[in-house]
């Protein structure tokens, strides 16, 4: 009796999607002039009806048969290009099914296909969701469909739980605060967990606030020796970025050589749209193994596997193309409004915003949904929009509140799907670091950072300020989704100064001088430089090392904070930033690939304001602010993060925190093998060994 119930459902359900695809049909040639169901010289309503269900059906048929082949066919077509063929791949298909359809009454021009294509796909996904909500059995298939998983896994133990780590990007401990009180909270979902069956506690992030720092910690173990988030590496001349593929793929080789550990998923886990992928077996959307070539390479399967299924396609494209609309409205607006500070948001930025909080958002759900119905045992996925939007936008501007509710809309959606997993699920929200407001530097003060180092060295400055790019990690995401190359390694000149930016931290290398150059050699060459830059008001404090008296970090008016014994001279340049920051300077100072001179902006503890050195208003990377103040959200079933309830400090100290709460629902990590250390290395399985599956 149950299955004929089902096959009754399946039937009612697709009956109900082609009566109203049928029905879309018949309104659209009533409207459109270049759309017709009616043979030249007209028809009854009766044939023009049965012409719109035979066109709905063979539109419905070529869809369900046609379009899964076509869009494997196009895998190697970037990501962003398959998604705008999604509208001239489906018109096509609709100009087919209206060549079957019999005495030729289904007519339209290319132009009118496409849009008609475009609302029967959206008519039909609408109805078919509808409908699946309702039915447990029919809801459970729609999700599977939706993450693209049609292979089958053995049941785990019922009395096992899994656990998902859902990474909210940038998202700071306060915000979340903020963004889940009041009557009707922009995090409706999360605010219901938030004292109920979850508790939320904040973690302190290290010096280098940043993801490439937070997340290699939270899945590898260990982030030493990464210094920011983009750094000049002087005994290979190589500028490493922490969110470019081949650089991910390093860092991740160096952690794992470090720790001589896979990761944190190493045992059944997934990796979706992260950094690093932790060692898991199961990677999508992950920069580490973006750079890999060959049979062994399905980094962008993600993509196949959501937009395989034409109404998927067609509902991301078309809010890929409202996302891009809302970013150019909210621009104008804060431009007519002459709201400061703001930094330029014109040229490509419009469709990186899209592809973070629209793309990149529906295939990273759509991967997780598909782990959970899996049964995956461990699932770390990371979600960028927030942190994209807010770089441009601020932290707390009301651009943000829409990314926040679609945030909180996608958790909703896979706390729903988990309760329809073969086994418990655990879900533990968490962020890689927050985010800190405030003018850039530039705009500030009206020079870059670069501009004053120049000027310190005694170098000539250019008469117009350049603009520091900004490093948002959604950038380097869609240029991978893109197959674009990366861009330049390495420095040509030997002789002049490497300035970088990280948030507000900045980093100056002197690449002619081998190893890390000295107070004392510094002060020989360029005399007026440290007194420049410490005493500049837009500069909170320097570190350099010392001949005489090892890491010194320098403030204005002489004052000195000497890190091995302690010793203050004058005001304490860390004093503004609050306990902790000598610890986490301290541990930066020892790093091989430490810059220079490792610069941190002023921070105003009244505002918290800081000042990026790159063209971002809401920044992270330097010490300052909410940029520090992350947080965890966590099940009450688990055990808490810091029995004594003192505060988590850095990142490496939440991978432990994680990796206990994995022990404690299915015992110890596996050992890395062949196929595990190709995964986590971004490299090829070796010979003889299968390759991992990256879904």
């Not at 459902?9 to 017709?36: K, Q, Y």
């Not at 993509?303 to 150019?328: C, H, K, L, M, Q």
Request: net charge positive.
């Amino acid at each position: 009796m149950p299955r004929w119930r089902s096959l009754g459902g399946a039937l009612f359900r697709v009956l109900a999607v082609w009566a109203v695809s049928s029905l879309t049909l018949l309104v659209l040639a009533a409207l459109l002039p270049d759309f017709r169901l009616q043979s030249a010289g007209g028809d009854s309503l009766t044939r023009t009806a049965l012409a719109a269900a035979l066109g709905a059906g063979a539109f419905g048929l070529l869809s369900a048969l046609v379009w899964p082949v076509l869009v494997r066919a196009l895998l190697l077509v970037p990501a962003l290009v398959l998604g705008l063929l999604v509208f001239v791949l489906n018109g096509s298909l609709l100009l087919l099914a209206l060549d079957l359809i019999p005495a030729g009454q289904g007519q339209a021009a290319p132009q009118t296909a496409v849009i008609v294509a475009a609302a029967m796909s959206a008519a039909s996904s609408a109805t078919s969701a509808f409908l699946a909500v309702r039915n447990d059995d029919a809801y459970h298939r729609r999700l599977v469909r939706l993450a693209g998983r049609r292979r089958t896994r053995a049941a785990p133990r019922p009395d096992t739980p899994g656990t998902l780590f859902l990474q909210l990007d940038g998202l700071g401990h306060d915000l979340l605060r903020e963004a889940t009180r009041g009557e009707r909270p922009l995090m409706a979902t999360v605010a219901r967990w938030i004292g109920d069956t979850h508790r939320l506690t904040p973690w302190r992030t290290d010096w280098s606030s940043q993801t490439g720092a937070s997340q290699l910690a939270i899945l590898h173990g260990s982030n030493e020796d990464l210094p920011a988030f983009r750094w000049y590496e002087k005994d290979t001349g190589t500028l490493v970025v922490s969110n470019r593929p081949s650089s991910a793929a390093e860092l991740q080789r160096r952690a794992v050589e470090r720790t001589g550990d896979g990761g944190l998923l190493t045992h059944d886990g997934a990796s979706r749209g992260n950094l690093f992928s932790g060692g898991a077996d199961q990677v999508a959307l992950v920069m580490s193994v973006a750079a890999r070539r060959g049979r062994h390479n399905r980094s962008r399967a993600g993509y196949f596997a959501y937009f395989s299924d034409p109404a998927n396609a067609t509902r991301t494209a078309v809010s890929f193309g409202a996302e891009v609309v809302r970013e150019i409205v909210q621009s104008l607006r804060r431009r007519l409004r002459r709201e400061l500070p703001r930094v330029g948001r014109g040229g490509l930025y419009p469709v990186i915003r899209a592809f973070a909080t629209v793309v990149e958002r529906d295939v990273v759900v759509a991967a997780v949904i598909g782990d959970l119905l899996a049964g995956r045992r461990a699932v770390y996925a990371d979600l960028v929009g927030y942190d994209e939007v807010a770089h441009h936008s601020g932290p707390a501007h009301r651009d943000t509140h829409q990314v926040l509710r679609s945030l909180d809309r996608a958790v909703a959606l896979i706390a729903k799907a988990a309760r329809h997993a073969p086994r418990p699920y655990r879900i533990v929200l968490l962020s890689d670091h927050g985010q800190s407001h405030g003018p850039t530097f530039l705009d500030r003060y009206g020079l870059s950072l670069g501009d004053l180092v120049r000027a310190g060295c005694g170098l000539p400055v250019p008469r117009r300020a350049g603009r520091t790019p900004s490093g948002a990690e959604a950038r380097e995401a869609a240029r991978a989704a893109l197959h674009r190359p990366e861009g330049a390694q390495g420095h040509r000149s030997t002789t002049q100064p490497v300035v970088l930016a990280s948030g507000n931290l900045g980093l100056v290398s002197f690449p002619d001088v081998p190893g890390r150059i000295t107070r004392e050699e510094l002060d020989r060459r360029h005399p007026a430089l440290l007194g420049t830059l410490a005493n500049h008001p837009g500069i909170g404090f320097l570190l350099i090392r010392s001949a005489a008296h090892g890491p010194v970090v320098l403030g204005p008016a002489g004052a000195e904070h000497h890190l091995d014994t302690g010793r203050v001279t004058g005001r304490d340049p860390l004093a503004p930033f609050g306990a902790g920051a000598a610890e986490a300077v301290r541990r930066t100072a020892r790093f091989p690939h430490a810059a220079d001179l490792m610069v941190n902006s002023a921070y105003d503890p009244a505002t918290g304001a800081v000042h990026a050195f790159e063209e971002q208003i809401g920044s992270h990377g330097g010490l300052g602010g909410a940029q520090n103040h992350a947080f965890l959200l966590w099940p009450t079933e688990l055990t808490p993060p810091a029995p004594d309830s003192r505060a988590l400090t850095g990142a490496e100290e939440v991978h432990r925190v994680l990796r206990r709460w994995l022990r404690e629902a299915d015992g110890p990590q596996r050992p890395v093998g062949p196929a595990q250390d190709a995964a986590r290395r971004g490299v090829a399985a070796p010979d003889g060994a299968p390759p991992p599956d990256q879904g």
